[in-house]
T-cell receptor, first 112, second 113 residues
């Protein structure tokens, strides 16, 4: 029940495409869902996050879609660029614990 | 502002050796965490410290110990390293009660031979 399942493991898109990364969870107590971006040799960095009281959040070219009833959330990258090539992790946590449960990661490659 | 600083960046150990990974943050965060990252397994929580003076086990604590030395510093110790502990280790911190998310260090790549 503590798992966060992330798919796909890897993704290749052309520049300008819209890669979509999906995550699913079981624990209905989770109430904060961040996405992290990690470049090779670096630590993960917070990209965007959502709480379950909204169904969508946009920050620049990055959008999270959230489906509370299905217990799923996804990251969309609009007009993807080669500089977006990185590994993306979804995560979930319950307020008050601040112990993040991470997905297994998606390696994204955007071709020029 | 340095954020979260981890040392060393790289380390090779022989099986059975011990070492301590250091982590320090200068953001006045109260909670700190140690994760390990392995291919295909994401980031798994080893230990965490919700506040100065407290530590708790995470998902994969076996073979590790931690010390929350003060508010800034949280160290991870391997008493007798094993090849299964070959991994990249990340320290993270957060101010609990905020929505900013974890800040991660740049990692320590550890190889146990």
């Amino acid at each position: 029940q503590q798992q966060v399942k992330q798919s796909p493991q890897s993704l290749i898109v052309q520049k300008g495409g819209i890669p979509i990364i999906n995550c699913a969870y079981e624990n209905t107590a989770f109430d904060y869902f961040p996405w992290y971006q990690q470049f090779p040799g670096k630590g993960p960095a917070l990209l965007i996050a959502i709480r379950p009281d909204v169904s969508e959040k946009k920050e620049g070219r990055f959008t999270i879609s959230f489906n509370k009833s299905a217990k799923q959330f996804s990251l969309h990258i609009m007009d993807s660029q080669p500089g977006d090539s990185a590994t993306y992790f979804c995560a979930a946590t319950t307020s008050g614990t601040y112990k993040y449960i991470f997905g297994t990661g998606t390696r994204l490659k955007v071709l020029a | 502002n340095a954020g979260v600083t981890q040392t060393p960046k790289f380390q090779v150990l022989k099986t059975g050796q011990s070492m301590t990974l250091q982590c320090a943050q200068d953001m006045n965060h109260n909670s700190m965490y140690w994760y390990r990252q392995d291919p295909g397994m994401g980031l798994r929580l080893i230990y965490y410290s919700a506040s100065e003076g407290t530590t708790d086990k995470g998902e994969v604590p076996n073979g590790y110990n931690v010390s929350r030395l003060n508010k800034r510093e949280f160290s991870l110790r391997l008493e007798s390293a094993a090849p299964s502990q070959t991994s990249v280790y990340f320290c993270a911190s957060i101010i609990t009660g905020t929505s900013g998310g974890y800040t991660f260090g740049s990692g320590t790549r550890l190889t146990v031979v």
